[in-house]
């Protein structure tokens, strides 16, 4: 079972929580995904706490973290890790995130580039950015039922998610699905009032990620082996730059081949 201590810190007045294991180890900080929490991690940081200090932190919205303002404005997830880690001592943490935690991981990367050690990105949403004056009808109507379907977890209670999940995410292990329920019915719905991808693609960012970087895709995933490819292509760091597909899994790539994302992850962390 995983053992931690939990706390908070204001970050440019906003409460930050955060989940610890502790110990003299080298820091690694585990951004997780939309409406997840950062005990969303607790299976792969039990593995990983046996050699590392994990920081866990709940992202802004989620967990106990503050909630978000309707704009966002309030919202800085890069400056707000990277104060985190000030704040924490934390002396070039290795930095793993999860979908939009893994965009927060690139832009760390990118505008905090003396931070991190080195990153990993299980599955960011490495794709074309939306302009929004360019969408058609159906990927509008695609985006809202989208949106709607992850928003309509705050309406349920804790057992009704649970269901959900044990219902459609069938090879889950209860270590998953227990944390992932309990992150559904915290995270604040002003999270979906603006979802549109926007900013700085991966085109832009990858060339400026200055640190060793993996990335993990799947089959099923968001990114595309091509898109791995294109970035691998754009990389002009002198740090190496991997990326790995793993097959059988979808988003969630390491709740659906838990041991293969565990030998990825371990192969890269024995390489620094």
């Avoid at 950015?129 to 509008?140: F, G, L, N």
């Avoid at 099923?220 to 597909?245: C, D, H, I, N």
Wanted: with cysteine; aromatic share 8%; charged share 20%.
């Amino acid at each position: 079972m995983l053992k931690y201590t939990e706390g908070d810190q204001i970050i440019n007045g906003v409460k930050i929580h955060y989940y610890r294991t502790g110990g003299k180890k080298p820091p690694i900080i585990l951004l997780h995904g939309a409406t997840d929490n950062g005990l969303c991690w607790s299976p792969l940081a039990e593995w990983l706490s046996v050699k590392y200090d994990v920081i866990m932190p709940d992202a802004q919205g989620h967990g106990h973290s503050d909630r978000l303002n309707t704009t966002l404005k309030s919202a800085d997830p890069a400056g707000q890790i990277a104060t985190l880690a000030q704040q924490l001592n934390l002396i070039k943490p290795i930095i793993m995130g999860h979908s939009m935690g893994a965009g927060t991981t690139t832009n760390i990367a990118v505008n905090y580039p003396d931070l991190p050690k080195a990153i990993i990105l299980e599955d960011p949403a490495w794709i074309e950015v939306i302009d929004p004056s360019k969408m058609t009808p159906e990927m509008k109507k695609e985006h809202a039922e989208r949106t709607q379907a992850l928003a309509g977890f705050a309406k349920m209670s804790r057992e009704e998610v649970l269901a959900y999940g044990r219902k459609f995410n069938p090879t889950w292990s209860e270590a998953e699905l227990l944390p992932w329920s309990e992150a559904k019915t915290q995270f604040d719905p002003n999270l979906f009032k603006n979802m549109l991808l926007t900013g700085p693609g991966y085109r832009e960012l990858a060339p400026k990620i200055n640190c060793p970087t993996l990335l993990i895709i799947s089959d099923g995933g968001l990114v595309k082996p091509e898109t791995a490819m294109q970035a691998a292509k754009l990389w002009k760091s002198k740090y190496p730059f991997r990326w790995v597909q793993i097959k059988g899994a979808g988003h969630n790539i390491r709740r659906e081949q838990f041991e293969k994302f565990k030998e990825t992850v371990g192969q890269f962390l024995e390489s620094l």
